[in-house]
């Protein structure tokens, strides 16, 4: 006789014994960073070891092995509160490389971080990159003060600082080896500085502009270029324009709210008829009618400009007519912005010839001016005919209550015909 007894966890089941299959996926996301064999895989097994992946991996395994969007979604989301992918291209892969890039540079010290932190992203980032926006350049911490002496015997800043000590990143190397580099968003100064604050962290040095001109000469697919609230002067703009002549794609520059007069205003006119510019932001700079009129006789014989900001100047009523004139023969200019300007009735008058004639503009804005009862009701008159127009502002204007109703029931007209028109006949597809 004998006894069988067969002694079993009652907990344990057949079914949490895992697969093969799951066992290899598995090692295979275990050890990853060692061996990348996406490739390898069945895709319903790619989807399982992508799913499990850690957002955490090297960029150099990650970066040009794995394209799924999911797993690059995953990578921004944990990353940054507010992922908004219609700015990137709809791509989250896009996104990721440029934000990661970005932040690296607005968190550069000169002589202090390893530029290698940015030369070895290069080549991990260089095929999803199309766009930067970098609104912080940090200066050296540490300066040489044999070397900063030198400079306060030379070119000294009102606070006694040389420009020595605030030299910023080199972009040269960084944006000429981006081959899908087209649109560039600049501003030198720091940002949350508290306490900390001093002018020199704000300042924009002629070194820094020999080296972003350089830089963005040799960026031959950039079109939109902005370097925005950097004290960039009139000699800065002359170097910035004299490396942007002729260059082969750049369709959009915006200089505002820095510190133009009328000669970087007359260089940037020359750039006007030597580029194919097609919008051009001067807003809040120091243009007086010089500079305005040095930009009417460019876009006076210009064929490609369709928006001109030049709100938040002081061009005055010869600035303002003169660029009136030109309007009387440019056929190209969709949208100007006069805004703030210390216009009155003059420019007023001449723009009502402008609005009998241009057939191309289809919006003014003249906010912020003293153009007048009397100037009002010459712009009233030379709308009467006019149906292209379908945006004017005349806020803070001074034209009267009722001349700026009667112009808003015309200009709201013309843009309802323009409305139905489009109705009527929508844009074809591209094949």
């Known amino acids: 006789y004998y006894t069988h007894r067969v002694i079993e966890d009652p907990e344990w089941s057949l079914a949490t014994v895992p697969h093969l299959t799951e066992l290899c996926l598995q090692h295979i996301v275990h050890n990853f960073e060692k061996n990348p064999i996406l490739d390898r895989l069945l895709p319903e097994h790619q989807r399982k070891v992508l799913d499990r992946l850690s957002t955490g991996l090297p960029l150099a395994v990650t970066a040009n ?52 932190q940015v030369l070895e992203l290069i080549p991990l980032c260089k095929d999803y990159v199309r766009k930067l926006e970098v609104d912080q350049f940090l200066p050296p911490v540490k300066v040489d003060q044999k070397e900063e002496k030198d400079d306060l015997s030379d070119t000294g800043s009102d606070f006694g600082l040389g420009e020595v000590s605030t030299h910023h990143y080199d972009l040269g190397v960084l944006i000429t080896a981006l081959p899908h580099l087209e649109e560039l968003h600049l501003t030198y100064g720091v940002k949350d500085c508290g306490m900390n604050f001093e002018w020199n962290l704000f300042n924009f040095t002629h070194q820094d502009c020999c080296n972003l001109a350089v830089a963005v000469k040799m960026c031959h697919n950039l079109k939109v270029f902005k370097l925005t609230r950097s004290k960039v002067d009139d000699d800065k703009t002359r170097l910035l324009v004299r490396n942007l002549l002729d260059h082969p794609c750049l ?86 912005h006069l805004g703030s300007n210390n216009l009155s009735e003059p420019t007023a008058m001449l723009f009502s010839q402008v609005l009998a004639q241009n057939t191309t503009l289809t919006s003014i804005n003249f906010s912020c001016n003293h153009l007048g009862l009397d100037g009002g009701k010459q712009l009233l008159e030379g709308l009467a005919g006019n149906k292209a127009l379908t945006e004017f502002d005349l806020r803070l204007a001074e034209v009267g209550q009722e001349t700026e109703y009667l112009i808003h029931q015309i200009v709201w007209a013309n843009r309802e015909a323009a409305r139905l028109g489009a109705l009527q006949h929508p844009p074809a597809k591209p094949l």
């Open 65 to 116: 092995v794995i394209s799924d969007e999911d797993y690059w979604k995953r990578c921004c989301t944990e990353r940054w509160q507010v992922c908004d992918i219609s700015n990137y291209g709809d791509s989250w892969k896009r996104m990721f490389f440029e934000r990661h890039l970005e932040n690296i540079l607005k968190c550069f010290i000169p002589n202090t971080t390893d530029p290698n």
């Open 251 to 336: 369709v959009e520059l915006n200089l505002s709210h820095n510190f133009i007069r009328d000669k970087g205003a007359r260089a940037v006119g020359k750039l006007i008829n030597r580029s194919r510019l097609e919008t051009l932001d001067l807003y809040n700079n120091q243009i007086h009618h010089l500079g305005a009129q040095a930009l009417a006789q460019a876009l006076a014989e210009n064929s490609t400009l369709t928006s001109l900001n030049l709100r938040l100047n002081c061009v005055e009523d010869k600035g303002g007519e003169a660029i009136g004139r030109a309007l009387l023969t440019n056929t190209t200019l969709k949208s100007i």
